[in-house]
């Protein structure tokens, strides 16, 4: 069936650290969303992705969407405490939103 | 305007009982999706409701079964629970039948526990 891989599971990094999360899809997908769910919350829209090769910018959230549409990627911008949490995708397949399995955002100590 | 709604907060079951979820969608919302995440895992997606009928489906068994009511509110049943099925019930809510395409409203939850 359809599937969306997201690597790395977990991102240990120190505060001011960048981070990036990938998102491959087993289909050409129409778009793609991302979502972050805080610890013990819920998921929270951040961005959509339809075009073939865009990229768009939210602060020090940086979203890319590949050019054949099957992956995607966020990079976060020196991170601060408060972008902690698991990061999605989710691409959007005959209608179907199917998610990956996330990326824990983990500052260390 | 209120956001997405879920009741209860909490639940704890035993083996085998029925469980009710309600979800009150944000307002102007009309499709209602229902997710499981189990800890540490993504979303699944169980099923979504538009106009009162089950549009789409994702691979659950069953057991799951779901209801829209007229004002768009919506709930999901379990029947005879498992072990398993312990998991965080996710409702999120979209305008439009294509809900896909918009982005998703989460309700903040109802946290399931299956003793």
């Known amino acids: 069936g359809q599937q969306v891989m997201q690597i790395p599971q977990y991102q240990h990094v120190q505060e001011g650290e960048d981070f990036t999360t990938y998102c491959n899809s087993s289909?050409?997908?129409?778009?793609i969303q991302w979502y972050k769910q805080r610890p013990g919350g819920h998921p929270v829209f951040l961005i959509q992705?339809?075009?073939s090769g865009e990229v768009k910018k939210q602060k020090r959230l940086t979203f890319q969407f590949g050019e054949a549409k099957k992956n995607s990627s966020l990079h976060i911008t020196a991170t601060q405490t408060t972008d902690v949490g698991t990061y999605f995708c989710?691409?959007?397949?005959?209608?179907?939103?199917?998610w990956g399995a996330g990326t824990k955002l983990i500052i260390k100590p | 305007d209120a956001g997405v709604t879920q009741s209860p907060t909490h639940l704890i079951k035993t083996r085998g009982q029925q469980v009710t979820l309600r979800c009150s969608p944000k307002?102007?919302?009309?499709?209602v999706s229902w997710y499981q995440q189990a800890l540490g895992q993504g979303p699944q997606f169980i099923f979504q409701?538009?106009?009162?009928?089950?549009?789409q489906r994702g691979n659950f068994p069953d057991r799951f079964s779901g209801h829209q009511f007229p004002n768009y509110s919506s709930e999901l049943n379990v029947n005879a629970l498992l072990l398993g099925d312990s998991a965080l019930y996710l409702c999120?809510?979209?305008?439009?039948?294509?809900?896909?395409?918009?982005?998703?409203?989460f309700g903040s939850g109802t946290q399931l526990s299956v003793l």
């Open positions: 999120a809510t979209a305008r439009g039948p294509a809900n896909s395409n918009e982005k998703l409203f």
């Open positions: 409701y538009y106009e009162e009928e089950e549009r």
């Open positions: 992705l339809v075009k």
């Open positions: 307002s102007g919302h009309d499709t």
């Open positions: 989710a691409g959007n397949s005959n209608y179907q939103l199917i």
């Open positions: 289909t050409t997908l129409s778009n």
